[in-house]
């Protein structure tokens, strides 16, 4: 089945301990993003990968790391996670190439920083 | 890309057709019309998406006005599963950051 997945669905830590949300897709999509989605700002983008070891800032990067080693995974890391990052995080993927229409989401995991 | 203006929430009864109604006046003549739905808390789900014709799926029509700047999604026979947000989204097929602008969608409840 077409999916993409993330690790940890729910996640609760305290501020300043590191984490790493994994996020893996097997439709070998060139394109993957991370969207984090709080209540009434709706969904933002964080980073955005076009492909393997090319990545780039979206709307609100500060405070995360991501890389993209492999076509399937793209980790996003909190260095030093603070409770302004308590939120829903998203992962995306999409084919590569211009033109596009549909995006693929995973799950969500949801983040609780103490 | 444009924006978009929806009404933040609908009721329909189950069984029913759901018309979901999308202004986007300053539609540009090359962006597209995306409508995703997110159900409680899950993952942002692709329905369908359209240039000028109409245009239907497995899972809705889409309608787009003559003009271009209005739009409506309809779920043909809406189910208690669709209860969900709907979002509509205008933006260009072609965009190297890919990024989707969800603004704050309209709440459909499917009523028994």
């Known amino acids: 089945e077409a999916q993409v997945t993330q690790n940890p669905r729910y996640l609760i830590t305290v501020t300043g301990k590191k984490l790493t949300v994994t996020c893996s897709q097997n439709?070998?999509?060139?394109?993957m993003s991370w969207y984090r989605q709080d209540p009434g700002l709706g969904l933002r983008q964080i980073y955005y990968s076009m492909n393997v070891e090319v990545t780039d800032k979206g709307d609100v990067p500060e405070g995360y790391k991501v890389s993209r080693k492999e076509k399937r995974n793209f980790p996003l890391i909190l260095e030093s996670p603070s409770p302004n990052q308590t939120s829903l995080y998203f992962c995306?993927?999409?084919?590569?190439?211009?033109?596009?229409?549909?995006?693929?989401f995973g799950p969500g995991t949801r983040l609780t920083v103490t | 890309d444009a924006k978009t203006t929806q009404p933040p929430s609908m009721d329909c009864a189950e069984g029913r057709a759901a018309n979901l109604p999308c202004n986007h006046s300053t539609i540009s003549g090359n962006e597209y019309v995306y409508w995703y739905r997110q159900i409680h808390s899950q993952g942002p789900q692709y329905i369908i998406h359209g240039l000028k014709n109409n245009e239907t799926n497995e899972m809705a029509s889409l309608i787009i006005t003559e003009d271009r700047k209005s739009s409506t999604l309809i779920l043909p026979h809406a189910t208690l599963r669709d209860t969900a947000v709907y979002y509509c989204?205008?933006?260009?097929?072609?965009?190297?950051?890919?990024?989707?602008?969800f603004g704050q969608g309209t709440t459909l409840q499917v009523k028994p």
């Open positions: 989204i205008v933006r260009v097929a072609s965009s190297n950051t890919g990024k989707l602008i």
């Open positions: 995306a993927s999409r084919p590569g190439g211009g033109v596009f229409y549909e995006q693929y």
């Open positions: 439709m070998n999509h060139e394109y």
